[in-house]
């Protein structure tokens, strides 16, 4: 499995490892977090997000379930477009169609 390093501020750190629960690794304390349906626990551990980063992540997670992965801006870009109900304006449509975004080819 391919991982990444992230850096967090001590204050975050100290608050996921409070929020991780014994049994879990860090990779499955956010998971867990990001994928709560009342609510969004990760804000809280966070701080605030908007939402157009929040729907991003929304994005991201179901397009990872469906084995359709797309970049980290492609998919920050289709989050906000969600957000605003607004169409992607893109040659690039093969990858924003993967996305739950309105695509416009030009």
């Known amino acids: 499995m391919e991982s990444k390093t992230v850096c967090l501020k001590h204050e975050t750190y100290r608050r996921l490892t409070r929020e991780k629960r014994d049994d879990e690794s860090f990779s499955d304390a956010i998971d867990r977090f990001l994928t709560t349906d009342d609510g ?24 990872r379930e469906r084995r359709a992965t797309i970049g980290a801006v492609d998919v920050m870009i289709a989050g906000t ?15 924003f169609q993967r996305t739950s975004a309105s695509v416009t080819p030009y």
Request: aromatic fraction near 2%.
């Open 40 to 63: 969004n626990p990760l804000r809280e551990l966070i701080g605030f997000v908007d939402e157009e980063s929040h729907r991003a992540i929304e994005e991201r997670r179901r397009l």
């Open 81 to 95: 477009a969600i957000e605003a109900n607004k169409p992607v304006v893109t040659r690039n449509v093969g990858e």
